[in-house]
């Protein structure tokens, strides 16, 4: 388990983390999502005792990180894949850290195993391709086979293939009741991988949630509805305070979007007025929507908007 309770870090005067509070359970795979910038590094670096937090603290199986008696045997992270020697073979990198940590040869054989590298085991580190040393970078993490993980971004840059590889094992690693925290800045990834979300834009905690309930409860819910007496129907509408778009569909067929309702509520006020509907459909945001709306990451291309983002979010 980790938890971090009002967590904080300032650069000079720049808040980079922000009071943040949560906690990461074992045997599921948890996002830690947030925009470039939100602070998802500097927190995980104050998990890993890397930083120094200005206030609060962060804890790993109830412990601060300084006061683990084998950190990696508790807690193993990836955060920068390039970190190695470049003239050390993937083996040498391994056994060396497995040396400095007390942990036994023959668990250098096993991660390299786990993490499909045994064949080129050999090879010098600096040669690796990024996929390689992403996998290099898991050894390295399970060396200690620890029960709490950190990986920062750990699919970035990878093929399509190497992406479903690091996403399953991730999985495997919760499902064999590791605690597993992961960010990224991708919340159609983290929706793939992950079952809890834990969401920060500008330091500040936005959402600790199911992934399933930060896109129902973030997302604006909007009905499409089409009829052959549209201003009637727009002027119903309004008039009980709804928001109305125009949206004209592909064939030509003007049809009005209703946002933030549902399509009980957008029948029923036709069915008062007498107004004939030809299409009444939901429309539930997609997940990219969602982590826009409430990260407020399209603020630069929206001046307008904002305060309503921000204000609406934080
Ligand atoms: N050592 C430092 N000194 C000054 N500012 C820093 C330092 N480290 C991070 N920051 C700033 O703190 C903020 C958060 O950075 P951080 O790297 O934690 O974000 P992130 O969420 O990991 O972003 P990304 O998705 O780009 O990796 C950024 O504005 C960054 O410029
Ligand atoms: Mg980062």
């Given at each position: 388990m980790i938890e971090v309770r009002g967590l904080t870090k300032t650069f000079g005067s720049f808040k980079a983390v922000d009071d943040l509070t949560f906690t990461v359970q074992p045997g599921i795979v948890t996002g830690f999502l947030g925009p470039n910038g939100a602070g998802k590094s500097t927190t995980m670096r104050m998990i890993l005792g890397l930083d120094k937090p200005t206030a609060g603290s962060a804890l790993v199986e109830g412990v601060p990180y300084a006061q683990l008696d084998k950190p990696l045997t508790t807690v193993g992270a990836l955060l920068d894949a390039k970190w190695v020697h470049p003239n050390r073979s993937a083996r040498a990198h391994l056994q060396w850290m497995a040396a400095s940590n007390g942990i036994p040869k023959s668990r250098v054989e096993e991660v390299l195993r786990l993490v499909g590298l045994s064949e080129v085991a050999g090879k010098k580190a600096g040669g690796f391709s990024l996929g390689?040393?992403?996998?290099?970078?898991?050894?390295g993490a399970l060396l200690g086979d620890p029960k709490v993980l950190l990986f920062d971004e750990p699919v970035n840059g990878l093929d399509p293939e190497g992406i479903?590889?690091?996403?399953?094992?991730?999985?495997?690693?919760?499902?064999?009741?590791?605690t597993v925290l992961v960010s990224s800045h991708l919340l159609s990834e983290m929706a793939l991988t992950a079952e809890r979300l834990v969401v920060i834009g500008r330091g500040r905690l936005i959402a600790d949630t199911t992934v399933a309930d930060f896109v129902a409860k973030s997302s604006e819910s909007t009905v499409r509805v089409r009829s052959p007496q549209l201003d009637a129907l727009r002027s119903a509408l309004t008039s009980a305070g709804l928001t109305v778009r125009e949206d004209g569909g592909a064939d030509g067929t003007a049809a009005l979007l209703v946002i933030d309702t549902t399509t009980d509520q957008v029948g029923?006020?036709?069915?008062?007025?007498?107004?004939?509907?030809?299409e009444l459909a939901s429309k539930q945001g997609s997940l990219e929507d969602a982590f826009m709306k409430i990260t407020g990451e399209d603020v630069q291309y929206h001046a307008e908007g904002v305060q309503e983002i921000m204000g609406g979010a934080l």
């Open positions: 390689m040393s992403q996998r290099l970078g898991l050894a479903v590889w690091i996403r399953k094992f991730m999985q495997r690693l919760a499902s064999e009741g590791r029923t006020l036709a069915g008062e007025n007498g107004i004939v509907l030809h």
